[in-house]
């Protein structure tokens, strides 16, 4: 399945910067950037509950905030892009 | 069924793989041109000198991801594997039946059943719509042998006749095989299959697909467990996948042949794609093999009804599927093992 997921990590001090790291890397093991805090990951549940996991961990509940879109198995159909920042389909034929 | 993850092509020589996290990254100079999660991946195949960090190796052996290196015209150079998995008693019970002839003859027959079951079908989805427009006496012919072929294999009972029937029926098969090319007949003239090297655009086609379906039969049967190394039909050889090759003899019509039909049929390819080298050789160039690739994934990604499990899969997965069947046989758990005959 396909989720989207977004995040605003408060960035006012040291400890909010290192989160936000922190965040994207997380996130970044499982999908792909598509904008500056938003990535598509396209996971099966244990991998999603994995990540789900390993961001709670990060986050500080009463200043950050996440959030998950669910896209599910048909997510070509919902999604559209314009513009720069091409993106790949993880589905579709990869070569380089 | 298991998903069918994807498969990730290198075909510009001057790649070079690394990981970062878990992520497989695709780095041309200091540009980096993919960047994509290792678990959305489960084969990554390289053409030509693309370079691989160690880092890299190390990450697709723990994934279970194959990583594998070809030359530029798509012949095997080298495979990353990890530490042997599965099943010991399922992989001992594998390598008592190689060493017993009477029970590997059993498994060889069924994959010589299904290649020849599958040629003729391949022949006879031809005559179904293409038999009006002339008379190929040739394709009909040889129909009817592969039908008598078919009635020795299951009678046969000693592996070198077995061969003996395979040969044949693979001469009667190649020898129509013109017939079926209907485009371009000067530039993709059939005459004989030819490899290492294949002296025209045709079998160049058909050798490079070959070693994709290769390399996915080989995955296929390390994650059932199973040692891709030991056959039942073919020899063994230090290095060879024998029983990735046994798998292939009744794929390749099905998953190669046509394709490569289609792909010539449908006017994908261009002659000029193609170089003959000095020794004679053809190979294809870097283009060419973008598009070859690409129909090849898009046909994985196509559902059918698998005839024995009734169920819809992916046709990447058939490989992964026949695996599953012939381990299954292995165990005991089913009576026979069932070839993959097309419909």
Known sequence: ?96 | MRKLLNVLYVTSPEAYLAKDGENVLVLVGEETKLRIPVHNLEGIVCFGYTGASPALMHLCAERNVALSFHSESGRFLARVTGRVSGNVLLRRRQYRIADSPEESLQFAKGFIFGKVYNCRCVLQRFLRVHGDKGAFQDVQDAVKFLSLQLQKVVNCQNIDILRGIEGESARSYYGVFDNLILNEKKVFQFTGRSKRPPLDPTNALLSFLYTLLAHDCFSAFETVGLDPQVGFLHKERPGRPSLALDLMEELRPYLVDRLTLSIINNRQVDAKNFIVKESGGVIMNEEMRKVIIASWQRRKQEEVMHPYLGEKIAIGLIPYAQAMLLARHLRGDLDAYPPFLMK
């Not at chain 1, 244990?46 to 996991?53: H, P, S, T």
């Open chain 1, 1 to 96: 399945m396909m989720v989207l997921i977004t995040y605003d990590v408060n960035t006012e001090d040291a400890d909010g910067k290192k989160r936000l790291r922190k965040v994207a890397k997380q996130c970044q093991n499982y999908g792909q950037r598509v904008q500056n805090s938003i990535f598509e990951c396209l996971v099966d549940p244990v991998q999603f509950a994995q990540l789900k996991r390993n961001l709670e961990q990060i986050i500080e509940p009463n200043k950050d905030s996440l959030r998950y879109y669910f896209l599910g198995k048909n997510w070509k159909n919902r999604v559209e892009h314009v513009g720069a920042k091409p993106t790949y389909d993880p589905e579709g034929v990869l070569t380089i």
